[in-house]
């Protein structure tokens, strides 16, 4: 059972009685999310990898899995990498893409500067209904030291794994009998996204249920447990070796686990006959357009690279596409330096050059690759030195401007 962004394994804990009197349940929290390590993954597909790493420790081969948010998100990953495992998907609060990148790099922006407090507070009006946060403060605050307590640094590697995920043209391929379960007042994740699931994965089914918002097993418990209990009860996909005539015995629930990276492989044993060498033919690699938009989009943002390719009305499509391809995807794109390294040279060539419409895009752009209010004002601290007192004075009102409006947050 995986929990959604924020909280801790304990969202379930109204379902496990229930479930438990018939199935071993293992849940997990995320990386710097209640126990767990703060060992940051930056990936959907990592997570998945820590989690098979975690199933395999406890002997656990193939699994019924239900993940709420990006909990649901990893139960699609694994129904696509490994779906010799997962016999049974229930997909809670989900979508096969959350949003857009730029909300989720936003939010990272906003941690790096205020710290959790803002995603903390906005929490339930996120996550509950208003009939509901009002008639349990109790819970409100519950779920709004969760979030408070969560490790920085993993909360934003887990936006930029929501960022990056889409598997949109990949849900025909889950094969796993799945349920996509959904509060009918879900503003972050709602029913059309549930819809979009269904419509996708071959067989799926739908439940609404009325009453609950982005964390429904919370909310309505006693509707989403009926529904999980009737679901991995009825859509328990056996596996391929399986044979018939047995009795599935209950097993007592395990503790709950952290979400740990996985140990380093074993080394194979020695093999005594060396392999004959294989010749393979070179790969034209990736082209350097497509590499260099994939670039520009994760960089500056699609709501920026929109405004910049459509303003040039035709006239400057060729220049368009010789900036993507020779900057973004043949410069950005080499290993010589990380992102971070190259928005602090391009923060300081544009303002050293005065190049202001620029810079406050690649503010926008250092703040997202993980740079701090206080690194990029130190930067242009020096840019001033070697570069002149006006030319830093416009940078510094420019790149203000943009920081204090992407680093507000407004609930």
């Known amino acids: 059972m995986g929990p959604s962004l924020g909280t801790t394994w304990h969202m379930w804990d109204r379902q496990i009685p229930e479930l438990a009197g018939a199935w071993r349940v ?51 990953d694994l129904a696509l990498r490994h779906p010799h495992r997962v016999a049974s998907l229930a997909l809670v609060a989900a979508s096969p893409r959350f949003g857009t990148a730029d909300e989720f790099r936003q939010r990272g922006v906003i941690v790096r500067a205020n710290g959790m407090d803002p995603m903390a507070r906005s929490a339930p009006e996120r996550w509950f209904t208003p ?11 519950w779920a709004v030291q969760m979030v408070r307590t969560t490790d920085p640094a993993c909360y934003i590697a887990a936006c930029e794994a929501l960022a990056a995920f889409d598997i949109r043209a990949e849900l025909g ?18 029913p059309g996204e549930a819809r979009t699931l269904v419509a996708g994965i071959p067989g799926a089914g739908l439940a609404v249920v009325p009453g609950a918002s982005h964390l429904a097993p919370v909310e309505q418990p006693a509707a989403v447990t009926d529904l999980l209990v009737r679901h991995f009860s009825t859509a328990w996909q056996a596996a391929p070796e399986a044979t018939t005539g047995l009795t599935a015995m209950p097993v007592p629930p395990a503790a709950p686990v952290p979400l740990a990276p996985p140990t380093a492989p074993l080394a194979p044993e020695a093999v ?3 392999a004959a060498p294989v010749a393979v033919e070179p790969s034209a690699g990736p082209d350097p357009y497509e590499l260099g938009m994939k670039i520009r989009r994760e960089v500056l943002g699609d709501a920026q690279v929109d405004a910049e390719t459509a303003a040039t009305d035709g006239f400057g499509g060729d220049f368009q596409e010789l900036t993507t391809r020779h900057a973004w995807g043949e410069v950005w794109s080499r290993e010589g330096l ?31 690759a993980g740079l701090t209010p206080d690194e990029i004002k130190e930067v242009l601290l020096q840019t001033g030195v070697y570069c002149g007192v006006p030319a830093a004075s416009a940078a510094f009102r420019v790149a203000g401007a943009v920081i204090r409006e992407e680093t507000t947050f407004r609930e």
Do not use: K, M, N, W
Not at 36 to 56: F, K, M, N, W, Y
């Open 131 to 141: 009939a509901y946060a009002a008639a349990q403060p109790a819970i409100v605050e």
């Open 173 to 190: 391929r889950i094969t796993a009998p799945t349920l996509a379960l959904v509060g009918a007042e879900d503003r972050v994740t709602g």
């Open 26 to 76: 293992v849940r997990f929290d995320l990386p710097g999310h209640g126990g767990a390590p703060a060992q940051p993954a930056h990936s959907v597909a990592e997570l998945g990898d820590r989690l098979i790493a975690t199933l395999d420790g406890l002997g656990v081969q193939r699994f019924g899995y239900a993940g709420c948010s990006i909990g649901g998100a990893i139960g699609a």
């Open 272 to 274: 005594a006959e060396e």
């Open 338 to 368: 990380d992102r971070r390294a190259r928005a602090v040279v391009a923060l300081t060539a544009l303002a050293s050059g005065g190049h202001l419409d620029d810079l406050a895009a690649h503010t926008r752009a250092a703040l997202r």
